[in-house]
């Protein structure tokens, strides 16, 4: 049996948490707000595409918090992949033998202690540890205080799975060292600009701002979907339930400008925190309409289409002015 130290705090998403786990393990003190924040966190997605289980996905996370924060810190982040599940498995112990936790990917429908009927591939987990006489790897995850038990092969077939988004061929990221960069006040600058260039980017029809103005014109057309109760529901635990911490990531984020506006003082003179604030509480003004809207046995979507609206303006007032900072 192998095990390391393990670091953890309960979070409220699995990425942010990860990481917060993972630079605390290396000595450096970083909430998981502030590790979310550095990563540019924040999306905005609508989506409809083959081989979607519903008509549409919204979807509130950028895709890529884990480069974006690491990079940021000053590390080369790459995750490493594998054809072979046994190759992976070898790797993740090894990784473990020389003293590193390792970042994972996996499905939670393969993780025992989720019993999920669901398939949810990408989530992020923290592995510390493993026992080859039982075949189990120790792994903390998430809002869960205690360490969780994986057997092997259900961590075989949680990190290789295929999936619209997800191609995931064992990726793991077990960085041997990390520090506190020094200049940490022009590093959350940057990850706040470019998070809002992001989101206030209009080439992409299903991204960012105009993302939300293609729901919108899209949303009377919903009543017509097979599944239009579905596909409320889910957008409803997408932005609230799903590991977002509440009103779509956006509280945890409001959290992260907080504790930013002690370091980079445009970030209290234009008052992010408070106005993250407020479009946090209008994305679960969103959600609750969502859900009410699921339980109804015909679409009325009216309530769904004005928080729309309200959402819509306050993320491109924010982001237009995070921009100025630049």
């Not at 299903?206 to 599944?227: A, I, K, M």
Request: proline letters at 5%; glycine letters at 8%.
């Amino acid at each position: 049996m192998k095990m390391l130290p393990a670091v953890h705090d309960p979070g409220r998403h699995c990425a942010s948490t990860g990481i917060s786990d993972l630079v605390r393990f290396h000595g450096v003190e970083l909430s998981e707000a502030m590790c979310f924040g550095i990563g540019a966190g924040l999306g905005i997605w609508y989506l409809g595409m083959p081989g979607l289980s519903m008509s549409r996905l919204i979807h509130v996370r950028s895709s890529d918090i884990e480069d974006q924060f690491f990079t940021r810190m000053g590390l080369r982040f790459l995750w490493e992949e594998f054809e072979n599940p046994s190759l992976s498995e070898q790797a993740l112990m090894e990784k473990i033998d020389r003293g590193l936790p390792a970042l994972i990917r996996t499905d939670i429908y393969y993780l025992p202690y989720y019993a999920s009927k669901t398939h949810f591939p990408g989530h992020v987990i923290v592995v510390w540890g493993y026992d080859e006489a039982r075949e189990v790897f120790f792994v903390t995850d998430t809002g869960r205080p205690e360490i969780k038990e994986v057997p092997f092969s259900a961590m075989r077939e949680a990190r290789h799975q295929s999936s619209p988004f997800f191609e995931m061929k064992g990726n793991l990221f077990a960085p041997e060292t990390i520090t506190r960069p020094e200049r940490l006040g022009e590093i959350i600058r940057k990850a706040i600009v470019h998070n809002s260039t992001v989101i206030l980017d209009d080439s992409q029809a299903y991204q960012g701002v105009r993302g939300l103005d293609t729901w919108l014109g899209e949303l009377s057309g919903w009543h017509g979907f097979p599944d239009w109760q579905w596909v409320c529901r889910f957008t409803y635990q997408v932005i609230e339930r799903r590991g977002t911490g509440g009103g779509g990531f956006r509280l945890m984020y409001a959290d992260f400008l907080e504790e930013s506006a002690e370091i980079v003082n445009e970030v209290a003179s234009l008052k992010l925190p408070e106005k993250m604030l407020a479009l946090g509480r209008a994305w679960q003004e969103l959600a609750g309409a969502l859900k009410d809207a699921s339980e109804k046995d015909e679409p009325e979507l009216g309530r769904v289409e004005s928080s729309l609206r309200a959402v819509r303006d306050l993320e491109e007032a924010f982001h237009r002015d995070a921009v100025t900072m630049a």
